[in-house]
């Protein structure tokens, strides 16, 4: 056993320590561990570029970062925010909940990454659930704002992940229908899927409560709106 390429996983840790740029230090990992494991330098070269060229579809999200950075210098969370304060019916609650009902149902169908923390949480729903909380009561302090956006951001965990597991070709149901199929028990995916529904709807009214009595908590201790601007 040649255990000199496990030298590639002491440059991944020390270069971390070191707080070196991540991608020079896993390509650096990477050369030498292939060092260390007898090929060349031309061979280590092809294989970098072969696993790019076979893998390319996994760097799209880069492109998202670039994109919301363009959007956000454009407005777009201050256009999100007016067109918040503009609808009097919404609230925080009501807002959280539709979002979780909609990335619920989209990562049912397999969208799964259509929504998420870069491309949605941070520019989109941070900023329109601070607005919507703000709507009848005072400008919220530091340390609700921070709650607010956690609340957001656990809102699409919870939808993604409850969510996906219903779709038909997710890795987990295909997991367990290959872990059934070893034991004798053939099952169809859609079978898998159907018993995930279930747990999806829980999910999915639990935290919508969750989400009702975290608006209440926030209301008890909030100065109203009218009261605020007397004040100012």
Known sequence: MNYWPLLGIAVV?????????????????????????????????????????????????????????????????????????????????????????????????????????????????????????????????REEAQRVHAMAAATDNIGRFFGEDVFLAFGAVLLIQGFYAQHGIELEPLQIALWALPTAIAAFVIHAVRIVLFQRRLDRHAVPKERSDAVD
């Open 13 to 141: 840790v020390v270069g971390f320590v070191l707080r070196f740029n991540p991608v020079i230090v896993v390509v650096g990992a990477g050369l030498v561990s292939g060092v260390a494991a007898g090929k060349s330098i031309p061979e280590l070269l092809a294989l970098l570029g072969e696993s790019f060229v076979s893998n390319r579809a996994l760097l799209m999200f880069a492109l998202t970062l670039p994109t919301i950075g363009l959007l956000e210098r454009a407005g777009l969370r201050e256009h999100a925010l007016r067109w918040i304060a503009g609808l009097r019916g919404l609230t925080l609650s009501r807002l959280l909940a539709g979002y979780l009902l909609v990335r619920q149902g989209l990562s049912m169908v397999g969208l799964i990454d259509i929504a998420g923390h870069a491309q949605t949480v941070r520019p989109l729903l941070a900023p329109m659930a601070e607005s919507a909380a703000e709507k009848t009561r005072a400008p919220l302090q």
